[in-house]
Structures are given as structure tokens and as C-alpha cells.
């Protein structure tokens, strides 16, 4: 798990009405910056701010001594993976203020006083999909732009943002499922439409959940924040612009290449527990995204509920730019 999730898990699973606004920089392994605790009554506190990953003693007992190095005007804040019991009872002997991912925490200073134990992190439960996470990303590439497929393995790992041997792996996986096969005129995928609604069906379990990502609060106009060239639109952000505007967005994702919490403060978004908004880091390459390739991301995270407004404008979205069967498609 980056730094970048870390964060995010912590600090979503503070209890309710406890916030913690954070500006945080790299700093070696970890990250440090600032933060403020905002408790339900009003209360604030300022801390100098460490996310690192916490799994052993020896680990605890350097951040231990770069804290103490830190103490100055505010008090430290440690931000972590879930500790063991007894990781965490270090924590609290030696004064090491924590909120870990399962949302224990410990905070011991004058006039504020947190203690929350025994929570166990919640582990995402998937289906797994039915392709691997690197036959996943070939075939995105593979099925959104069927001209590539001939392109030497070197061109094809690059494209996907894969090894060379996930390629030669990715076939051989494919051909053993029947999907693939070689022929005296090249490369050939069989049951491509099949295919395609199989990829936007298994995306949401198989390789969306292994990407990082920041859960952040809706801004106003999503529409309006100004994104980098190389980055892509997905959700129902995607589905306005695809469906000329049929779909009013309520949520939004936008994949990234650059480092997430960089780009959550370049586009001065909030960190929220409940934020309809994801930022997400972007799973290809150097592929050049097509309409196909954003029509089947905005599809795949359209389709990952059943509400029937999304379907609606899946099926707008479908019709112009993949014309899969709808019986296929929907029948997943």
C-alpha cells in the first residue's frame, strides 16, 4: 500500500464527527507535513504530521526517535498501517500519538484524550474476477484499439504498463481460455464483444480495487477542474461528456499518472470519509487512451452498481461508441 492510501484508509475511518485536514510533503520513506484534528465540539489541534509503514519493533523505535526529533511548537501525529497489539501498547507507553487503518487510535496531550482499541481492518471482499490483474490490462489495451495486437511484446508491455513476461504470460493465459490464438496472418482474439463486456463486468473486482486511490470530497463544478493531458475522466465525469450531457454528475473519478496527494492539493480537493469524488491512479502505460478505451473504463465503473439512472446512460454510451449486445452486456 503507497503513502498516499494509507492516509486515506486512516482518515476514513475516524469516528464521526472527527476530522483531519492534513498538507503533507515526501520525505525519504515516509511522509511529513501538517495536519488539524477537528473534534465534535469545536476542539482543534495542530500536529506535525508522519505516515510511514509500522511492521516491526526496530521500525516503531526509529520513528519513535525521529519524532522525538520533530517535538518542537506542536505536538507529532503518527499515520499507519494497522498495528499489532503490541506494536500499538509501544505506542501508548512511549507517548507516540497514532491513528492506524483499522481506525485504532491513541492521542494522550493536555486537555484531549483519545483511545479507540480492538478494531480489525476491514478487508475488501471481490468475486476476483475472472482474468488476472496483468491479463486485465493487456486486454484493455487489446480490446480498445484491435490495430495494436501484431505490435511487438516490448511495444504491447509498454503500452499496458506490464512486464515483458505478463505479455508472453497474458497470451499463453488467453489461448488456454480460448480467447486467443495464433494465426498465419498474426495474432487473433476470439469472442471479442464477449470479451469486452466480460473486461467492464470484471474491472470493478479484479483490478480496480489493487489501484490506489483517494476518496475526496465532491467539488462544486467537477466539470470545471482543469486536468492534465495525460489524464482520463472516468464514472459519471466520463459519462456527461460521452453522453453530450444526458447524465448530471454526482460523483466523479479522474486517473492519474502523477503522485495522488500532489494532485489532490494542485486541484484543491478535501480529504472525505463520505467524498463522492475518487481520485485514482491510472492502471496503463504509455497508451494514448481511444473513445473506445474511456467509453469501456466509463462503462465498467458505471455498471459496478445497479442503479438504474447509470445503466441508462450506459446504454446511450454503449450504442455509440461499443454496440455490444445489450443482452450481453447487461447480463453479467
Not at 482520463?232 to 454526482?250: D, K, Q
Request: aromatic share 8%.
Amino acid at each position: 500500500m503507497k503513502m498516499e492510501q494509507l492516509i486515506s484508509d486512516a482518515t476514513r475511518c475516524l469516528p464521526t464527527g472527527i476530522r483531519l485536514e492534513y498538507d503533507l510533503a515526501p520525505h525519504v520513506l515516509s511522509l511529513v507535513g501538517s495536519a488539524t484534528l477537528f473534534a465534535p465540539h469545536d476542539e482543534s489541534i495542530n500536529f506535525t504530521l508522519e505516515v510511514k509503514h509500522i511492521h516491526r519493533m526496530d521500525t516503531l523505535k526509529r520513528v519513535k526517535a525521529h519524532i522525538e526529533s520533530l517535538q518542537r511548537e506542536r505536538p507529532v501525529l503518527l499515520i499507519c498501517n494497522q498495528l499489532t497489539q503490541s506494536l500499538a501498547a509501544y505506542c501508548m507507553q512511549n507517548d507516540i500519538n497514532f491513528i492506524d487503518t483499522a481506525g485504532n487510535a491513541s492521542i494522550q496531550l493536555p486537555g484531549f484524550f483519545m483511545l479507540i482499541e480492538g478494531k480489525q481492518e476491514k478487508k475488501s471482499v471481490t468475486s476476483g474476477g475472472r482474468f488476472p490483474v496483468g491479463v486485465m490490462k493487456l486486454l484493455f489495451i487489446l480490446l480498445s484499439d484491435p490495430s495494436v495486437i501484431d505490435q511487438p511484446y516490448r511495444a504491447l508491455a509498454e503500452m499496458a504498463g506490464i512486464s515483458l513476461g505478463m505479455v508472453s504470460k497474458a497470451f499463453e493465459y488467453l489461448e488456454h481460455q480460448r480467447y486467443f490464438r495464433k494465426t498465419k496472418n498474426g495474432r487473433r482474439l476470439i469472442g471479442v464483444d464477449e470479451l469486452c463486456a466480460m473486461w467492464i463486468d470484471d474491472y470493478p473486482r479484479s483490478l480496480k480495487p489493487k489501484l490506489d486511490q483517494l476518496k475526496l470530497a465532491m467539488p462544486e463544478k467537477p466539470e470545471h477542474l482543469t486536468l492534465t493531458d495525460d489524464e482520463i475522466a472516468g464514472g459519471e465525469l466520463a459519462a456527461a461528456n460521452l453522453s453530450n450531457g444526458y447524465l448530471v454528475p454526482t460523483s466523479a473519478i479522474v486517473y492519474t499518472p502523477h503522485p495522488l496527494l500532489q494532485r489532490r492539493k494542485e486541484l484543491a480537493l478535501k480529504p472525505s470519509s463520505e467524498g463522492d469524488f475518487q481520485l485514482i491512479a491510472g492502471f496503463w502505460g504509455s497508451y494514448h487512451l481511444t473513445s473506445r478505451a474511456r467509453a469501456m473504463l466509463c462503462l465498467a465503473d458505471l455498471l459496478d452498481s445497479g442503479d438504474d439512472r447509470r445503466r441508462e446512460v450506459a446504454r446511450i454510451i454503449n450504442e455509440k461508441y461499443l454496440n455490444l449486445n445489450e443482452a450481453t452486456l447487461f447480463s453479467y
